[in-house]
């Protein structure tokens, strides 16, 4: 069974643009949370999707949105870029109240 | 005052020592703990689950809850140089799942 993907692995932008990070859910799993961790740093929580809809967000600016689709994916989108926003970009999905949560392996967003 | 608290370290063990990796958490309603593993440049690896209080084994790893003093621990025996990672412990509350800082660990030969 395949665990959760994220897409890209790496992407490097510039100062101004917009991201898009992508991650599939284990299959099943309804929920989808984001997080960002930025080098030596914790994880800090950015939004939580569960079927389809946005369930929490943690507190960051609102150039940082998603949306979840019907088969359960995830996109995370990052507009205006700042220097700041480089950081690994990571992807977990649960399914069932209380179930376990995987991750994935992050996309590692650059911005120059 | 943050709903987990765990001490980051850095914590330094020689080879073949107990490690002990603690969090305290706030919110009773957190029913579910769980510790990751987390390599550099890499996605936590889920390391163990419990929902209830009391000690899971799994090999060298032990997790411990206390839910009376709000108060979890991640146990490692005989620990390994590739045991060298950071350690987050996360609660969950319904499908909220949230993170301490983590414990930055390394065990040196």
């Known amino acids: 069974e395949a665990g959760v993907t994220q897409s890209p692995t790496h992407l490097i932008k510039t100062r101004g643009q917009q991201a898009t990070l992508r991650c599939s859910p284990i299959?099943?799993?309804?929920?989808v949370y984001w997080y960002q961790q930025a080098l030596g740093l914790g994880l800090q929580f950015l939004l939580w999707?569960?079927?389809?809809?946005?369930?929490n967000r943690g507190n960051f600016p609102p150039r940082f949105s998603g949306r979840q689709f019907p088969n359960y994916s995830s996109e995370l989108n990052v507009n205006a870029l700042e220097l700041e926003d480089s950081a690994l970009y990571l992807c977990?999905?649960?399914?069932?109240?209380?179930?376990?949560?995987?991750f994935g392996q992050g996309t590692r967003l650059t911005v120059v | 005052q943050k709903e987990v608290e765990q001490d980051p370290g850095p914590l330094s063990v020689p080879e073949g020592a107990i490690v002990s990796l603690n969090c305290t958490y706030s919110?009773?309603?957190?029913?579910?703990f769980m510790w990751y593993r987390q390599y550099s440049r890499k996605g936590p690896e889920l390391l163990m689950y419990?929902?209830?209080?009391g000690n899971k084994e799994d090999g060298r790893f032990t997790a411990q809850v206390d839910k009376s003093s709000k108060y979890i621990s991640l146990f490692i025996r005989d620990s390994q140089p590739s045991d060298s990672a950071t350690y987050l412990c996360?609660?969950?509350?319904?499908?909220?799942?949230?993170f301490g800082e983590g414990t930055q660990l390394t065990v040196n030969p």
């Open positions: 977990a999905s649960s399914g069932i109240q209380g179930d376990e949560a995987f």
């Open positions: 299959s099943g799993h309804t929920s």
């Open positions: 999707y569960d079927e389809g809809e946005e369930r």
């Open positions: 919110n009773s309603a957190f029913q579910y």
């Open positions: 419990t929902y209830s209080s």
């Open positions: 996360a609660v969950i509350s319904g499908s909220r799942l949230t």
